[in-house]
């Protein structure tokens, strides 16, 4: 039998035991309590989720690295084929095959621009500054204008091209932005009709369709890779001494899209021509050799016209007029007439009812193909005159008419002239169409406001100007 005292003694050494196990764990407690004023749990988790970011940053490093040297690979691989194929006998075979390669190219180039985003994105996370060019900007892939369409031909136009060297071009950029109008997008049905052909072979005769894509926004268009359509019998134009003021041969025009099917029918004065604009315009002895030579519409009462003299507006700046631009519905015979006093002139228009712009090119003169839609293709300050007719009217916006004055002030140089010539509108319109005009502060050479006779309704009038563009050299 055990002794009495051993058992006092081993129940006090247990009581100090728990005494002190008690003391250990408030200890415990009274440090974690002062520790969490200071610490937070989630910052441990965020630190745990910090590496587990750094470990997948690293693996995906490696990965990207990998693939894109897989790329390089292939791309070099696909490059060699292509350089090999040129000995081979059958020609179509050699287009469709390299046709078919360069897709593929495209397709992985544009794999190693996105590997290159990620890598710039990294870059940013982990805060390592490095310029990032146009090509490696994050976009969300649903705002991809090539996912907007269905037609294979758009989607590939669209998209951006970069440059094969992965290098900044000649001109600073590090690739290729094609571009279309916006209007296309809600045009999408009439824009993907234009894009539907087989690459390589005859486009369809649906340049009416490009040109009322144009006309309504969708501008410019995309470029097409099928062959456009010519005359069946394409005869060589006239001599430059000849073509001036003779009507072209009808076989150098496609006339299927046309009510009239020859020049003959265009110079008409009793066939109905499908169009109203400019009507007498083909009409190249009786209405076009006078114009700009001669006044023709004056008024019997008032003896006056809105027809300026182009001797008369030369006079102004002696010399001074070498190029400009006849932004006008026409055959280019204000071109002609400029070409006699050594002026060169470029003619903007497009065919409405009637194939003006094949016109102004058979007389040997320079057609632009445009809207009014489009901004002016002409450098800052490079123009020496800018005439337009019977095409900026009283139909415009004048909102619309802002932007087109500006634009024109634009690529005027200071000096230059400004013809506005038998602009018409109504009465109650002249007033607020006037203010549009002198918002330019421009000098006035020439200003007249005449009836407009050739209806019998008096409520229009004829505006013509010559109007000077000023230096501005506060500027």
């Known amino acids: 039998m055990r002794n009495p005292k051993f058992f006092h003694k081993f129940g006090v050494w247990r009581g ?21 004023k200071f610490y937070s749990l989630s910052s441990l988790i965020s630190t745990e989720s910090f590496c587990n970011i750094l470990n997948s940053e690293t693996q995906g490093g490696i990965e990207n690295s990998a693939t894109k040297k897989t790329i390089e690979v292939v791309i070099r691989k696909i490059e060699e084929e292509m350089k090999n194929m040129n000995e081979l006998p059958s020609e179509s075979m050699v287009l469709r095959y390299s046709s078919f390669l360069a897709d593929i190219l495209g397709l992985v180039q544009s794999v190693q621009v996105s590997l290159t985003q990620v890598e710039m994105i990294n870059f940013e996370q982990n805060g390592i500054k490095k310029e990032i060019h146009p090509l490696s900007k994050h976009s969300q892939e649903g705002a991809e204008p090539a996912n907007f369409f269905l037609i294979e031909e758009i989607r590939k136009y669209v998209k951006i091209k970069p440059n094969r060297l992965g290098k900044q071009n000649f001109m600073g ?45 969708c501008d410019p268009l995309p470029r097409r890779r099928c062959f456009s359509r010519a005359p069946k019998i394409y005869h060589k134009p006239f001599p430059i001494n000849e073509s001036m003021w003779k009507l072209p041969d009808d076989r150098n025009v496609r006339w299927s899209q046309y009510r009239c099917k020859n020049f003959t029918c265009l110079a008409s004065n009793t066939t109905k021509k499908g169009f109203f604009k400019c009507a007498d315009c083909f009409n190249l002895v009786d209405h076009e050799k006078p114009r700009w030579i001669k006044h023709v519409n004056l008024d019997p009462n008032l003896n006056t ?63 632009l193909y445009f809207t009014i839609n489009q901004r002016l293709p002409f450098f800052d300050n490079t123009l020496d005159l800018i005439h337009t007719t019977r095409f900026l009217d009283g139909w415009i916006d004048f909102m619309l008419l802002d932007f087109v004055l500006y634009d024109m002030d634009r690529v005027l140089r200071p000096g230059g002239l400004l013809w506005i010539d038998s602009f018409f509108c109504l009465k109650e319109d002249l007033r607020d169409y006037m203010e549009t005009f002198k918002i330019l502060r421009y000098k006035k050479h020439k200003w007249v406001i005449v009836p407009k006779l050739d209806k019998d309704d008096d409520r229009e009038v004829f505006f013509s100007a010559v109007l000077e563009k000023p230096p501005r050299p506060f500027r």
């Open 16 to 36: 100090i035991h728990s005494f002190i196990f008690i003391l250990g764990v408030l200890a415990l407690l009274l440090s974690i309590s002062t520790l969490s």
């Open 173 to 217: 950029a590090n690739g290729t932005f094609t571009s279309i109008g916006h209007a296309c997008f809600s045009m999408k049905d009439e824009l993907e009709e234009y894009m539907d052909y087989d690459v390589g072979e005859i486009c369809k005769d649906d340049w009416r369709l490009a040109q009322k894509l144009m006309v309504h926004g």
């Open 305 to 367: 016209t809105s027809d300026f003299l182009i001797p008369e507006v030369l006079n102004i700046k002696p010399g001074e007029i070498r190029i400009g631009l006849d932004f006008s519905v026409g055959t280019g015979t204000f071109a002609a007439r400029m070409r006699e006093f050594n002026v060169t002139v470029v003619s903007a228009t497009i065919n409405l009812g009637a194939p003006f712009s094949e016109m102004i090119a058979l007389r040997g003169l320079v057609p």
